[in-house]
């Protein structure tokens, strides 16, 4: 029996000969080719404290320093911040529920690479007619099958799975990164509109005393009506620039409800403690090497086990292309009776053995092959745009922080003048030897000085932000996944 099983299999690969004269498709390599990330970064590294020599204890510590990096800023507010928007993000949850499809297909796929078995049982009774005695049969079974993966496509479509099981894995983790960053960013940008609006207060009581004080001098005859009118206006202005601040604010405390999902109440009584304080973030060791630097972002590890599921997807099509062996077989107990006799005994097949043999499917096959070649150049094609990306994400924060490390000095000299400047203007303007039109120019100078003072605080802050999420969040593959992933997949919800 043996001879004619492999008879009968040489016989299927030999006539399955013509489905496999269509032109080959070149198969993509086993492993992943080199993404092109340059050799060093262009752009000024941020100074940071050394590390351990030893590479890979470096490696570990600037993750774990990038984990933390958070709860560096010495904010409890943003930390609780952080915390509730990744607990109640809907992109959160979704990524964890792709792990969840993804590690039940993984299941599947492993199923179908070994034997299944059936218990099968049945019973009946039957009586011809009114002479004969009636007749019962009764049988339990175990049927077992199983496909022999003979050229690889079971276990080809079984890594092709896991390979999705770890993208969708990544992909949760640059889920709760990204929500981190977005929510991050919003608080920054939220504390630096206070701070604004702190200065736009006391602007705006600088102008509207500068007013009073003029309309005095109008109503004395020590100066021209022009400038009481003037005065009113530059108060009227002063005053609609702050309700435009406070505006912006507001919209920025409507976007952390939205983000956290807590009560707006509860969240301003949250925020009011630490209002207009701008967050002081500490700095990130960045790795010289930007292809190690990289091998910490979540994306491009998602990005790259989606190339090598192509790459399986594609074996998996090219093994379809061969003959299918599968056999089958079964093993149990039968009863017979017959009035008040019996007979039981167990029976066993073993067969039938089934080979496919894809003889003519008008190329379908072929077809399926080179669509799946085609998938992976269109995710290889993919991946490599996402390393350029990130060069690109990690250098312009890179820039970006130079520049307003650049900015600070200049930008607090400038400030001490124009505070000297303004007080020196002011006494003249009293004094009735400066002009109105001049007190209104050294204050709008001081003003403008300040807000970008703010506003160079916050885009430090938003580069520290953007170079956290381009260096990945301090992941690595070993991190925690979340718990209702990591449930094995034949839980039902509860």
């Given at each position: 029996m043996t001879r004619s099983l492999l008879l009968a299999a040489g016989a299927g690969l030999a006539l399955s000969g013509c489905g496999l004269l269509a032109p080959p498709v070149a198969m993509p390599p086993q492993t992943l080719p080199q993404a092109q990330a340059p050799a060093a970064w262009y752009a000024p590294l941020p100074a940071a404290?050394?590390?351990?020599?030893?590479?890979?204890?470096?490696?570990?510590?600037?993750?774990?320093?990038?984990?933390q990096w958070w709860q560096q800023f010495d904010d409890p507010v943003l930390v609780a911040l952080i915390d509730a928007g990744q607990a109640a993000s809907p992109t959160i949850a979704a990524a964890a529920s792709r792990i969840?499809?993804?590690?039940?297909?993984?299941?599947?796929?492993d199923a179908a690479l070994i034997p299944f078995v059936n218990a099968q049982g049945g019973a009946s009774v039957a009586s011809r007619n009114l002479i004969l005695p009636g007749m019962t049969n009764a049988s339990l079974s175990l049927q077992a099958g199983w496909e022999i993966d003979l050229f690889g496509a079971g276990r080809a479509g079984a890594d092709a799975a896991a390979a999705r099981l770890e993208a969708s894995e990544a992909g949760w983790h640059d889920a709760r990164i990204a929500v981190a960053a977005e929510t991050g960013s919003t608080y920054n940008t939220l504390r630096g509109c206070e701070a604004l609006v702190v200065q736009t207060e006391a602007d705006v009581r600088s102008r509207e005393e500068t007013a009073r004080v003029t309309t005095l001098a109008v109503q004395a005859g020590m100066m021209a009506p022009a400038s009481g009118a003037l005065a009113r206006a530059s108060a009227a202005q002063g005053r609609s620039l702050l309700a435009a601040q406070r505006a912006q604010c507001e919209q920025l405390v409507k976007a952390l409800v939205a983000l956290t999902a807590l009560d707006e109440p509860a969240l301003r009584a949250r925020l009011a403690p630490?209002?207009?304080?701008?967050?002081?973030?500490?700095?990130?060791?960045?790795?010289?090497?930007?292809?190690?630097?990289?091998?910490?972002?979540?994306?491009?590890?998602?990005?790259?086990?989606?190339?090598?599921?192509?790459?399986?997807?594609?074996?998996?099509?090219?093994?379809?292309r061969y003959p299918r062996i599968a056999i089958a077989g079964s093993v149990g107990p039968a009863l017979l009776r017959v009035q008040d006799n019996s007979t039981s005994g167990n029976l066993w097949t073993i067969g039938p053995l089934q080979i496919t043999l894809p003889l003519f499917n008008g190329g379908t096959l072929v077809?399926?092959?080179?669509?799946?070649?085609?998938?992976?150049?269109?995710?290889?094609?993919?991946?490599?745009?996402?390393?350029?990306?990130?060069?690109?994400?990690?250098?312009?924060?890179?820039?970006?922080?130079?520049?307003?490390?650049?900015?600070?000095?200049?930008?607090?000299?400038?400030?001490?003048?124009?505070?000297?400047?303004l007080q020196a203007t002011d006494a003249r303007f009293r004094g009735g030897l400066g002009s109105l039109f001049d007190l209104e120019e050294a204050r709008r100078?001081?003003?403008?000085?300040?807000?970008?003072?703010v506003d160079l605080q916050r885009e430090r802050v938003a580069a520290w932000i953007a170079l956290y999420r381009a260096l990945?969040?301090?992941?690595?593959?070993?991190?925690?996944?979340?718990v209702a992933a990591a449930k094995p997949a034949g839980n039902a919800p509860p």
């Open positions: 404290a050394p590390q351990p020599s030893a590479p890979a204890a470096a490696e570990t510590a600037r993750a774990a320093a990038l984990r969840e499809q993804a590690r039940a297909a993984s299941t599947a796929a630490g209002h207009a304080r701008q967050p002081l973030p500490a700095t990130i060791e960045v790795e010289r090497v930007p292809g190690q630097a990289l091998a910490q972002r979540p994306d491009l590890a998602a990005a790259e086990r989606q190339v090598l599921a192509a790459a399986d997807d594609t074996a998996r099509a090219q093994a379809q077809a399926n092959v080179v669509a799946a070649r085609a998938r992976y150049d269109e995710a290889l094609s993919a991946y490599r745009a996402a390393v350029r990306g990130a060069v690109r994400e990690v250098e312009s924060a890179l820039v970006s922080l130079d520049s307003s490390a650049r900015r600070e000095a200049d930008l607090a000299v400038a400030i001490e003048g124009f505070e000297a400047s100078s001081l003003l403008v000085a300040r807000s970008s003072q990945g969040g301090g992941w690595t593959p070993a991190d925690d996944l979340p």
